[in-house]
């Protein structure tokens, strides 16, 4: 589960680290992470990226062989 922090300094939540569910998906050949926007003030946040990945993949088992 990825980590965001709000840049609005207007935010109740302005530079607070919060964990979120998101969807990453590929629109129109662009990706859009689904919880980019701030939930207090639907501003765009900043993904925090750590050290390591954590990547989960729905489908069939031969979904990475196709």
């Known amino acids: 589960m990825p980590k965001y922090k709000c840049l609005n300094k207007n ?3 302005y530079n607070k680290v919060e964990w979120s569910n998101s969807v990453t998906k590929v629109v129109k ?3 859009v992470d689904s919880g980019i ?11 925090i990226i ?5 990547t989960y993949m729905s489908g069939s088992d ?3 062989k196709r």
Do not use: A, V
């Open 11 to 13: 935010c109740k939540s």
């Open 50 to 54: 750590e050290e390591g990945m954590t």
């Open 29 to 31: 050949g662009e990706l």
């Open 62 to 64: 031969n979904i990475c």
């Open 37 to 47: 926007p701030c939930p207090e003030c639907f501003e765009n946040r900043e993904l």
